[in-house]
């Protein structure tokens, strides 16, 4: 029996030998969109009914990953397998994965497994297929960006259709799956959710306060951006967009807060556009929201999308927000209701949106009001995570039949 130190009751006995024993794996080489996700899932579930071991396939080489670090800090025995042993010429590598996999999965006791990413369900769906474990897998979109990834993007699709289950964070990327032969009876939408409970804290906080410990100047309009430095996000976009707002005398200050591939392509095209005293790149943060309070307007320019979870967190930071119409976007922003929608690939619209919104105070108020209680109301963490739960519970019966009717 479990006693609380000064309660005046008994707890509840936590059943650990009755629990529902998940495998949560990722690849895990930056703290992106994915990892965001799953440290919330690991955060939420309930661990008296649930026991989850993380299963994270990371790069043996550099510093601490980020993410594991956060899972350590909640409690979490975080099982590591290399992608590879060196940067480059590791040819062994795939084949290494499949057996480090195995092992991981074989015999300790699992009723089910959950990949995210592309890489995690080419590796784990077949193994898990192989020793009868059911699977479930979080599909969050694809991003065409090398002919290596539209390859791994290709091999995903085919090996979804073998999974036992498939969580789509929107319809668009639903009908995706459906129209690349996963069957349709197989797949369910579960859109991310945003845990509000952290941006309550921060509710009496002074947001000038905040802007100040940032570097902001009272006239400053900022404009933000919390995310992957890649091309499929649209940056180039951004920044000219803001190019163009300087030329309206807007006092236009631009955060962009992540790591990335196209950081030095983009650090480059803000000294051309002539932004350099203007963008400040802030590199990957672990505490978003203290950037997300700086900002007057958040925009999301991206080429192709999931559910984001920056767009989430923005709106539930009351931040108005500037989309592009991608993905699973427009199921969250309508268009002069939660937000402002443009088309991918245009800054000049990115401009006239954030300009209108410069110039109209109110405006900005009811848009970010609107977003601020959709989030609250359809994207919160208990609905989301519950989704999850019975996901997990109506998997875990399966193992249980199989048992029974072996036994």
């Known amino acids: 029996m479990i006693h609380a130190e000064g309660a005046a009751a008994e707890a509840p006995e936590v059943d650990l030998e009755n629990r529902i024993r998940v495998a949560v794996m990722l690849t895990s080489v930056d703290f992106g969109g994915i990892e965001r996700v799953c440290l919330t899932l690991l955060k939420s579930i309930n661990r008296e ?6 299963i994270l396939l990371t790069r043996p ?6 993410f594991v670090r ?21 040819y062994l590598r795939i084949a290494r994965c499949y057996k480090l996999v195995w092992e991981a999965l074989q015999g300790r006791g699992f009723h089910l497994l959950h990949t995210h990413g592309y890489f995690a369900d080419i590796v784990g769906i077949p193994i898990a297929r192989l020793i009868s474990l059911p699977s479930v897998s979080t599909c969050h979109g694809y991003i065409p960006s090398t002919w ?5 993007n290709a091999a995903d699709r085919i090996t979804l259709r073998f999974g036992t289950a498939v969580l789509a964070v929107s319809e668009a990327i639903r009908q995706d799956l459906v129209g690349s032969g996963v069957s349709p009876g197989r797949v369910r939408v579960v859109a991310n959710a945003v845990d509000s409970r952290e941006t309550r804290k921060m509710t009496d906080v002074d947001r000038e306060a905040i802007r100040r410990s940032h570097g902001v ?8 951006y919390v995310g992957r430095l890649s091309a499929e996000k649209g940056l180039k976009y951004l920044l000219t967009a803001c190019a163009e707002l300087i030329t309206f005398h807007v006092p236009v200050r631009v955060l962009i807060i992540g790591a990335g591939p196209q950081r030095n392509e983009l650090e480059r095209l803000a000294q051309d556009l002539g932004l350099e005293d203007r963008v400040v790149f802030g590199g990957f943060q672990e505490d978003v929201l203290q950037w997300l309070f700086c900002m007057d307007v958040f925009v999301l320019p991206s080429l192709t999308e999931g559910t984001p979870m920056a767009l989430l967190e923005a709106m539930d ?21 939660t937000g402002i929608l443009v088309s991918p690939g245009r800054a000049d619209e990115i401009s006239r949106a954030t300009l209108a ?5 109110v405006v900005r108020r009811r848009l970010a009001d609107n977003a601020l209680a959709l989030v609250r109301t359809h994207y ?20 249980a039949s199989t048992r029974l009717l072996s036994s």
């Open 49 to 54: 009914r649930f026991d989850v071991v993380p």
């Open 61 to 66: 080489w550099g510093n601490e990953n980020s």
């Open 70 to 90: 956060e899972l350590r800090k909640e409690g979490y025995d975080v099982c590591e397998i290399p992608l590879a042993l060196r940067r480059k010429r590791d």
């Open 148 to 152: 290596r990834v539209r390859l791994y």
């Open 217 to 224: 100047r009272g006239p400053d309009f900022v404009v933000g």
């Open 317 to 337: 930071c009351g931040v108005p927000v500037v989309a592009s119409a991608v993905g699973g976007v427009p199921q969250i922003v309508k268009h002069n209701e």
């Open 357 to 361: 919104l410069f110039g109209d105070a």
């Open 380 to 399: 919160g963490i208990k609905q989301w995570i519950g989704r999850i739960e019975a996901e997990y519970e109506r998997l875990s019966r399966r193992v």
